[in-house]
T-cell receptor
Framework: GEEVAQTPKHLVRGEGQKAKLYCAPIKGHSYVFWYQQVLKNEFKFLISFQNENVFDETGMPKERFSAKCLPNSPCSLEIQATKLEDSAVYFC??????????????FGPGTRLTVL | GENVEQHPSTLSVQEGDSAVIKCTYSDSASNYFPWYKQELGKGPQLIIDIRSNVGEKKDQRIAVTLNKTAKHFSLHITETQPEDSAVYFC?????????FGAGTTVTVRA
């Protein structure tokens, strides 16, 4: 598609439950990025993919967070055993590439995760 | 990693006036600087960007200036309109990932 699509728009989980978020990048874009936005507008990079391969996972909390981008499927971000501090808006972005003129990142509408 | 500072945190302007938001960054190797506008409940929308080989770029009422020596860049919005009210974020691309400023809440008063 022409826009980054994210589902669901809202997700509510009890503490300790699993949460799974989905992202479909813009058609033709090879790179997918996940960012977390917490209450004070702070953005935190989580992970990026080049097609189905992890490109950079330096921002991922290792214990409970995992992500995948499989061929012909939306990318996913999964949080096992959610904690209160995981409450945030999770944004997916995609870019055509990483070279000059292809590295512009376009964002989806986000998934608001609320952990109770 | 990259450290991006953005000022002011809030900005209230009269409709028709100009708005200026400034950002500084720490890594002199950074060379791509986008600005995003975020409306309530929506994702960041790219409004303008600039690369390090350019000092200024303009798109209608929006302009961005870059001073690589001083490591700062600014967003200028002229003739502000009510629909310009939103949160604006500067960002810096470093190691293929974006580092964001803390955001500026712009309110345009009618």
């Amino acid at each position: 598609g022409e826009e980054v699509a994210q589902t669901p728009k809202h997700l509510v989980r009890g503490e300790g439950q699993k949460a799974k978020l989905y992202c479909a990048p813009i058609k033709g874009h090879s790179y997918v990025f996940w960012y977390q936005q917490v209450l004070k507008n702070e953005f935190k990079f989580l992970i990026s993919f080049q097609n189905e391969n992890v490109f950079d996972e330096t921002g991922m909390p290792k214990e409970r967070f995992s992500a995948k981008c499989l061929p012909n499927s939306p990318c996913s971000l999964e949080i096992q055993a959610t904690k209160l501090e995981d409450s945030a808006v999770y944004f997916c972005a995609s870019s055509q590439g990483t070279s000059v003129s292809t590295d512009t990142q376009y964002f989806g509408p986000g998934t608001r995760l609320t952990v109770l | 990693g990259e450290n991006v500072e953005q000022h002011p945190s809030t900005l209230s302007v009269q409709e028709g006036d100009s708005a200026v938001i400034k950002c500084t960054y720490s890594d002199s190797a950074s060379n791509y600087f986008p600005w995003y506008k975020q409306e309530l409940g929506k994702g960041p929308q790219l409004i303008i960007d600039i690369r390090s080989n350019v000092g200024e770029k303009k798109d209608q009422r929006i302009a961005v200036t870059l001073n690589k020596t001083a490591k700062h860049f600014s967003l200028h919005i002229t003739e502000t309109q009510p629909e310009d009210s939103a949160v604006y974020f500067c960002a810096v691309l470093n190691d293929y990932k974006l580092s964001f400023g803390a955001g500026t809440t712009v309110t345009v008063r009618a």
